[in-house]
């Protein structure tokens, strides 16, 4: 079975881990995203890429979900020393090397989508990884500030503002015009199953989507796609997706998320059981929907998760 899954970073690579526990003769390529992509003393960094890299490759921090196991940062602070900032996104010397052999190669002239597949010799994550795009693509949040609009790198928003002021907008600059990555379109053309797993709607499969030609290939693919709901109990269960939701006008509910990518897109969305309310609703929408439990607390229990999806993709196909 070919299964293709659209993935932000902790959301996405915690699903994956269960999707490949529930399937592991399943060929799963993950589109990832690259909206986050921020570029930080002279270095290139992709914190989703990475964080779907190291996850599943057994090299992440488990309690923070992001970065490195094991982590030192004496170059964060000797860069500190020099006045070098930014301080607020931490850096560790281990996650250093990965943006230094990836920024080596960019320069070489290789796309990002190559250096995806050289960073994944060393981790071998099971999966196939592609980037959603070659073409620089970067989100970035209008927000007030002192009565005037301006627009920050969507990393400045999340990680320096912890979202905590309102977004009025969310754009992913320059997804107009990128080309899907080498390999996109063409694994979504050969799924048997699209997955969205329980990453952010905006900022992570809403950047993927926003890239020209994904969004209808997903759509004219004429195969189930069925996506889990990041929003439990009206909220995210990480993060601050809320924030984001409103900028383009959804309510934080998994019903509201189901119909913002709407019936068009999705055959079949997983809500958790404390939303078992809402699948009436979404049904109503022309997406056929179940409530089951949707909190990732082992690898088990997201593979169940991942073993739900994959049910509901076959109940839509027959
Ligand atoms: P990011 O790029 O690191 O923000 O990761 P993603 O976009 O892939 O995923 C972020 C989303 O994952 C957030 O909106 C969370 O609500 C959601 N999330 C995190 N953990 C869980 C979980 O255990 N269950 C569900 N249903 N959603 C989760
Ligand atoms: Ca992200």
Redesign the pocket.
């Known amino acids: 079975m070919r299964i293709v899954v659209l993935a932000?970073?902790i959301g996405g690579a915690r699903f994956l881990r269960g999707l490949k526990q529930a399937a592991p003769d399943a060929d799963v390529t993950v589109i990832g995203?690259t909206g986050?992509d921020i570029h930080l003393f002279g270095l290139k960094v992709c914190?989703?890429l990475d964080t779907v890299m190291y996850t599943l490759g057994g090299g992440i921090n488990e309690e923070q979900g992001w970065g490195r196991t094991d982590e030192s940062f004496t170059v964060k602070s000797e860069l500190a020393a020099y006045g070098v900032g930014p301080e607020w996104f931490g850096l560790g010397d281990r996650d250093f090397a990965t943006h230094i052999v990836r920024t080596q190669m960019l320069g070489a002239g290789y796309p990002l989508s190559a250096v995806t597949a050289a960073l994944c010799e060393r981790w071998q994550p099971g999966v196939r990884l592609i980037p959603m795009s070659d073409d620089r693509v970067e989100t970035h949040v209008a927000v007030e500030v002192d009565g005037e609009t301006k627009a920050i790198h969507f990393q400045e928003y999340w990680v320096k503002l912890r979202a905590s002021v309102d977004a009025q907008a969310v754009v992913p600059v320059g997804a107009d015009r990128a080309k899907p990555a080498p390999g996109v379109l063409e694994a979504i053309g050969e799924a048997d199953v699209i997955l969205f797993p329980p990453s952010?709607p905006v900022?992570?499969i809403g950047t993927i989507l926003a890239v020209p030609g994904i969004r209808e290939a997903i759509a004219e693919a004429g195969v189930p796609v069925v996506g889990l709901s990041p929003i439990v109990g009206d909220a995210p269960v990480r993060g601050m997706a809320d924030k984001v939701l409103a900028a383009v006008g959804v309510e934080s509910t998994a019903a509201a998320v189901a119909e913002h990518y709407g019936s068009g897109l999705l055959d079949g969305w997983l809500v958790d059981t404390v939303d078992a309310g809402s699948v009436a609703g979404v049904e109503a929408a022309g997406i056929r929907c179940r409530a089951v439990p949707l909190m990732m607390t082992d690898l088990e229990t997201t593979a169940t998760m991942a073993r739900e999806a994959l049910r509901l993709a076959e109940e839509v196909r027959a």
Request: proline content about 11%; overall charge negative.
């Open positions: 932000g970073g995203n986050d914190p989703d952010n900022v992570s």
